[in-house]
C-alpha cells in the first residue's frame, strides 16, 4: 500500500471520528436535503446504502426517506463464498441484523431477497476521503472495487450509478488513483453534491 494513502487515511478517520453527535446528527440532515434535489438519486428505484460505523456519515436519515417512497433498499452483506467481495441484501424496516467479522451489522440471507450488483440503480458507497475529481479512498479492503469491478469492463453500462458519501470534512485537494479504483459517477456531502 502506498505510505501516503495509509497515513490519509488514519488522518481522515480520526477527523470523521471527533465530530460530535450533533455534528453527526446535522450533517445526515443536511446530506438529505442535498440528495432529494439529485435526479439519479430521486429516480432510482434500487438504491444499496450501508449502515454508518467509525465516524462514518449516517445515512439512516436517507434510508427512512427512501422507505417512505417505496423504494427498494439493499444492504451490502460479506459474501462467505469469494474474498472480498460483496452480496446485497433487501432491508427493511423489520429486517433482523447481525455483526459481520467487522462489527458492522448486516442482514441474514435466510429469508431476504439479494440482488445481483449490476441489476441496482444507485450504490450509496461510504468513503474515507475524497477529492472534486472523483479520486476515492475507502478502507481499503477492496470490497466495493471487487464487486463492481464489472463497470471497468463494460463502461458502456448505464447501471448501477456509484456516489460516494462522506463528511466534506473528508474533502482534500488530490487523491492519487489506483488502477484498480472503480470511478465514482457522482460524491454527495453534506455540504453539496459533487459530479465526477
Not at 75 to 88: A, C, E, G, I
Request: charged share 20%.
Amino acid at each position: 500500500m502506498n505510505p501516503t494513502r495509509k497515513t490519509l487515511r488514519t488522518t481522515l478517520r480520526q477527523k470523521r471520528r471527533q465530530l460530535s453527535k450533533q455534528q453527526q446528527q446535522l450533517a445526515s440532515e443536511h446530506l438529505l436535503t442535498h440528495l432529494k434535489k439529485n435526479l439519479t438519486f430521486i429516480k432510482s428505484k434500487t438504491v444499496a446504502v450501508y449502515i454508518a460505523s467509525d465516524g462514518e456519515i449516517n445515512l439512516t436519515p436517507t434510508i427512512r426517506f427512501l422507505w417512505k417512497l417505496g423504494k427498494q433498499v439493499f444492504l451490502p452483506v460479506l459474501r462467505p463464498d469469494t474474498h472480498n467481495k460483496l452480496w446485497f441484501v433487501h432491508y427493511q424496516p423489520h429486517t433482523n441484523l447481525i455483526l459481520n467479522n467487522f462489527n458492522i451489522p448486516e442482514p441474514t440471507r435466510r429469508g431476504n431477497s439479494i440482488i445481483a450488483p449490476w441489476a441496482l440503480d444507485l450504490v450509496l458507497l461510504p468513503l474515507v476521503g475524497f477529492d472534486i475529481h472523483g479520486g476515492r479512498l475507502g478502507m481499503g479492503g477492496g470490497f466495493y472495487d471487487r464487486t463492481f469491478a464489472f463497470i471497468q469492463a463494460r463502461p458502456t453500462l448505464r447501471h448501477p450509478k456509484l456516489m460516494g458519501v462522506a463528511h466534506e470534512c473528508q474533502r482534500v485537494d488530490k487523491l492519487p488513483v489506483a488502477s484498480w479504483d472503480i470511478p465514482l459517477n457522482a460524491i454527495a456531502t453534506d455540504q453539496q453534491v459533487y459530479h465526477c
